[in-house]
């Protein structure tokens, strides 16, 4: 027991020392802790790269320095003893009389009897076993007592925040905190500015810093661009840079800041860069402090809104088609046009409507598609099918919007005008119609519409033609019964238009859609830019389609004579015959154009293909053509003859002066060599004269045939006449200006004669058709023909030389084999992807 307890008092003394080593040590870590922290934080903050060299010496000396001063704690630093470990113990367990130190006591003298060790021993018996609740305590700091204003808690603080905060690895920082060598090179002062005008303009950028554009400011100090282009400035290595932006004033005047201008701006890494819309005239100067680095007097060209207007009334095909002309201008281009149609208040008969029932329809849309992309100036007409639309034969209002890519919009005034509607020759067409329009008016009145419509099937005689018109006019009365919603008016009002068109048409409404279809389904390839396989393919399909729809009309022409309706639909006095061959070869003329390239060009002829097929009508075509065209088209060919023999005159006596140029030296001074230049001459003057006299000859046929002969052929034949003259004196320099002209004014006379073949065509045209009906002065589309030359078409043929369109071809056929190589770079690959659909 006495061994045990003395065990135990002997731990806990060892305890003890422990406790007292530990307290002596860190009361001699405080100061060189708190001043390795603060060295620690300049360091992995990365505050010391940045200060100059000898600030950033003189703070690592003075940390290094009162680190090592601090240390000076453990040079009369020892480890606590024993005694000073069982004094600790008795001191917390509050014993008297140093219990735990007289453990370590001895018996004082040399010889000691038996009965006094046996009380020796008794006595640390019984101190031991007094000895049985001792505490050490736990370790106490006196950081308190040695940092009295805590300046450990702030240095902790900003450790942490360096640790966690701190860019790249501390060897780097450490490294770079303790660098010794020469300063780092200061990084030079560079400035970049440049103007970006917006994309919409087709303008180039502008840098404003080149020495090109340096030079050039020096002696026009001015900057012009369009308006909203974007400023972009980059300076690198100043210390305090910003932008002003101020009016534009005259000499001598003091600039006034722009407030309202919208500047982005960012600062890192030394780097200061700013961007911002310019929308004012502005002098933009870039400041350095106090010090201006540049600056520019920018001036802006206004981006004007578009305007659009529209070109005329409105005009109605037979079928009650819509044409309506317009045209839109901007000065970078119009993005958009849309078109918004009312129905007006002034009615035919009057203010206002009979009824609401047309106010819960919505208005008719008009495709507004514009030919190319963001044309500066557009004219076009648009061409729509409104007749099936509740508001047809209704007086209505039409503005137009058009927008440009700035989003600047422009609106037209406000046009009214009857919207066509469509005219039907049948009685039980018309009946239809009839109670479709009450229908509209009043959607009330749908009891009323149904008691006709039943009088209708219970009494057919003479009205309803065959079963399947009985029962598209039973199933219609049956809606008509059930109407409860706006929906199934609409419904119904729909249905009822079909069944007239059914009736009024026969076979020919689907032929007539079918034509249409594959129509749209053409325009569409060619706007976006169809391979040739494809457009062949549809322009198959078209002329099929153009067959049946012929074909369609042939049979209701003859329908309606066996039914005794020799002239059901009068034709206007000023209306046309046109043949099948003259649709082949406007189909002919359109795949021609599509497959060469001219999308603008083949669109135009589409469109003109739609109106004509809204305006034909039964008993407008005809077969064969006249024999008169046939001698008209005999003389062009003529003419264009002489014109390719003019050409090869001119081919050869222009290598007949590239020859003589290149034997010049060699035979100069020798008779014999220009004997042989003369007697060459010679012969293309000949040659010349005999063309010369051949178109006289020409021009006197013309008027055998009652034609008028061109006045440019005279005076090609006079040019001839000059040419001929100087190739006999050897100035083939003259002769080749000469055959030139006569060239351009034979091509001259060529248009003159077709317009006049055209318009004694259209003469022999207006007494009578073979059917008797009258014609006049009008082509297939109703409209009137011209009566002067001026007026008479466009002066140069549409289609494209046979030489152009194959060049053409051979032109895409390279475009596509080139865009097929794997490996082309990726700029050149879509630079001829947009070339083949035609944006550029």
């Excluded at 070109?311 to 970078?332: F, H, I, R, T, V």
């Excluded at 029962?471 to 929906?487: F, N, Q």
């Excluded at 061109?710 to 002769?735: I, K, V, W, Y």
Aim: aromatic letters at 4%; proline letters at 6%; one cysteine or more.
């Amino acid at each position: 027991m006495t061994r045990l307890a003395q065990a135990g008092i002997e731990r806990k003394i060892t305890l003890a020392r422990a406790a007292l080593g530990w307290e002596a040590l860190w009361a001699a870590l405080c100061w060189p802790l708190i001043l390795a922290a603060a060295l620690a934080v300049l360091i992995f903050s990365g505050f010391l790269p940045e200060l100059p060299d000898v600030i950033r010496y003189g703070l690592l000396t003075l940390g290094v320095g009162g680190l090592l001063w601090s240390l000076r704690s453990f040079w009369g630093f020892r480890l606590p003893t024993s005694h000073d470990a069982m004094r600790r113990i008795e001191t917390n367990s509050s014993l008297a009389n140093r219990p735990v130190s007289a453990l370590n006591d001895r018996l004082a003298g040399g010889s000691i009897d038996d009965a006094s060790l046996a009380l020796w021993e008794e006595h640390k018996r019984r101190q031991l076993a007094a000895l049985t609740n001792l505490k050490i305590g736990a370790p106490q700091s006196t950081w308190r007592d040695l940092d009295p204003m805590s300046l450990r808690v702030p240095a902790s603080l900003a450790l942490i925040v360096s640790l966690f905060l701190a860019q790249g690895d501390g060897l780097s920082q450490l490294r770079d905190a303790f660098h010794v060598g020469p300063a780092a090179a200061r990084v030079p002062m560079s400035l970049d500015a440049w103007l970006k005008p917006p994309a919409y303009t087709g303008k180039p950028p502008l840098l404003l810093t080149s020495p090109t554009y340096v030079e050039r400011l020096k002696t026009d100090g001015e900057i012009l661009v369009p308006e909203n282009a974007g400023l972009t400035i980059r300076v690198n290595g100043a210390n305090e840079p910003r932008l002003s932006f101020s009016g534009l004033t005259d000499a001598g005047q003091a600039p006034v800041e722009l407030g309202d201008q919208k500047v982005r701006t960012k600062f890192e890494n030394g780097v200061f860069e700013a961007e911002a819309q310019l929308t004012h005239p502005a002098l933009v100067q870039v400041f350095d402090g106090n010090t201006e680095l540049a600056g520019w007097r920018i001036s802006l060209i206004p981006d004007n809104p578009p305007t659009i207007a529209i070109a005329g009334q409105p005009a109605a095909a037979k079928l009650g088609s819509l044409s309506l002309k317009w045209k839109a201008a901007d000065d970078y281009g119009v993005a958009s046009v849309t078109s918004h149609i009312d129905l007006a208040d002034e009615q035919a008969d009057g203010v206002g409507f009979t009824g609401n029932g047309v106010f819960m329809f919505d208005p008719p849309k008009l495709n507004m598609a514009l030919r190319k992309r963001s044309p500066k100036e557009e004219r076009g007409t648009t061409n729509a099918d409104l007749s099936a639309h509740p508001w047809a034969g209704l007086m209505v209002d039409l503005t137009l919007d058009a927008t440009d890519a700035a989003k600047q919009t422009a609106t037209s005034e406000t046009l009214s005008f009857k919207l066509p509607e469509r005219y039907f020759t049948r009685p039980l067409a018309r009946a239809l119609v009839e109670q479709r329009k009450t229908l509209i008016m009043d959607p009330d009145a749908s009891g009323e519409v149904v008691k006709l419509l039943s009088a209708i099937l219970i009494y057919p005689e003479g009205l309803i033609e065959s079963s399947g018109s009985h029962l598209a006019i039973a199933a219609v009365v049956s809606r008509i019964r059930s109407i409860g919603t706006h929906e199934d008016v609409e419904e119904a009002v729909d249905m009822l238009w079909q069944v007239a068109v059914r009736i009024e048409e026969g076979e020919l409404s689907d032929a007539r859609a079918e034509l249409e279809a594959a129509r749209k389904a053409l325009e569409r390839a060619i706007a976006e830019g169809a391979t040739p396989e494809q457009l062949k393919e549809l322009m198959s399909k078209l002329r099929e389609a153009m067959d049946k729809y012929l074909q369609s009309m042939r049979k209701e022409m003859e329908k309606r004579l066996a039914e005794g309706q020799s002239n059901p639909q009068k034709p206007s006095p000023n209306s046309r015959t046109i043949t099948e061959q003259d649709l082949q070869k406007m189909l002919d003329a359109i795949e021609k154009l599509a497959e060469s390239g001219s999308r603008e060009a083949a669109q135009d002829l589409l469109a003109q293909l739609e109106d004509l097929l809204k305006n034909m009508e039964p008993g407008m075509t005809q077969q064969g053509s006249q024999q008169g065209q046939q001698d008209g088209s005999e003389m062009l060919n003529e003419l264009s003859e002489m014109m390719r023999r003019q050409q090869e005159l001119m081919d050869q006596t222009q290598r007949g002066q590239g020859e003589e140029m290149g034997e010049m030296g060699d035979q100069q001074g020798d008779d014999p060599g220009n004997r042989s230049g003369n007697s060459g001459s010679g012969a293309l003057a000949d040659r010349q004269g005999d063309l010369a006299r051949q178109l006289q000859q020409f021009m006197d046929r013309l008027g055998q045939q009652g034609l008028r002969a061109p006045p440019q052929l005279g005076e090609a034949g006079r040019q001839m006449g000059g040419a001929r003259e100087s190739l006999e004196q050897r100035d083939q320099q003259q002769a080749l200006g000469q055959q030139g002209e006569a060239l351009d004014q034979m091509r001259k006379g060529a248009q003159d004669m077709a317009r006049q073949m055209q318009q004694q065509a259209r003469g022999n045209q207006d007494n009578t058709g073979p059917d008797g009906e009258a014609r006049g002065n009008a082509d297939p589309l109703g409209r009137p023909m011209p009566s002067n030359e001026e007026d008479y078409g466009p002066r140069e043929d549409m289609l494209p030389s046979e030489q152009a369109i194959a060049r053409a071809r051979e032109i895409l056929e390279s475009l596509r084999s080139r865009s097929s190589i794997p490996d082309l770079p990726r700029i050149d690959r879509d630079y001829i992807e947009r070339l083949l659909r035609g944006l550029y």
